[in-house]
T-cell receptor, first 114, second 113 residues
């Protein structure tokens, strides 16, 4: 069975600083990986996804993530954050052939301070 | 505007009440989902519908009853809920197919007293 671990429940950073949100997964088969963002009082919005090909994936709002198969990781990064990036970020995994069955991590609350 | 709307946005109900949550998608998708989001826990997939047919019931108690009358609408009927059912209930939709992106609604915040 697949599982997702987000190592940090909260990450506080200052505006314009770089940030990395960590995500590790476990699965016995090939996987597809996703990062979603949830702003206060809203649903989840897709930031980026890895399906195949280049291991460096670029998403919206300047975010990117790198798939590392040997370390079973899919960490999310942004070189310079803004106050508006304050939100909860969820990593999710879907096993090959199971298109709809997303398994989510517990989420990381990113707080950007002035 | 995500293209997926949910009503009501907030709901308070007693344990003996019956209520329904509604989800509507305007994206032309043919798969719809219900998720439960509780504090400090990962999102839990509850139900999946593909082309109006239920294809997943993730061991959800029978006090939650889904209904999908067409590809654009999804309901979650609630009866005799427990306080631990208080949570944010999220609806999502996607194209049915391999690894299609799921689009989420804003959710219904449910409080069971």
């Amino acid at each position: 069975a697949q599982s997702v671990t987000q190592l940090d429940s909260q990450v506080p950073v200052f505006e314009e600083a770089p940030v990395e949100l960590r995500c590790n997964y476990s699965s016995s088969v090939s996987v597809y990986l996703f990062w979603y963002v949830q702003y206060p009082n809203q649903g989840l919005q897709l930031l980026l996804k890895y399906l195949s090909g280049s291991t460096l994936v670029k998403g919206i709002n300047g975010f990117e993530a790198e798939f590392n198969k040997s370390q079973t990781s899919f960490h999310l990064r942004k070189p310079s954050v803004h106050i508006s990036d304050t939100a909860e970020y969820f990593c999710a995994v879907s096993e090959g052939g199971s298109n709809y069955k997303l398994t989510f991590g517990k989420g990381t609350l990113l707080t950007v301070n002035p | 505007e995500t293209g997926v709307t949910q009503t009501p946005r907030h709901l308070v109900m007693g344990m003996t009440n019956k209520k329904s949550l509604k989800c509507e998608q305007h994206l032309g998708h043919n798969a719809m989902y219900w998720y439960k989001q509780s504090a400090k826990k990962p999102l839990e997939l509850m139900f999946v519908y593909n082309f109006k047919e239920q294809t997943e019931n993730n061991s959800v108690p029978s006090r939650f009853s889904p209904e999908c009358p067409n590809s654009s609408h999804l309901f979650l009927h609630l009866h005799t809920l427990q306080p631990e059912d208080s949570a944010l209930y999220l609806c999502a939709s996607s194209q049915a197919g391999v690894v299609e992106t799921q689009y989420f609604g804003p959710g219904t915040r449910l409080l069971v007293l």
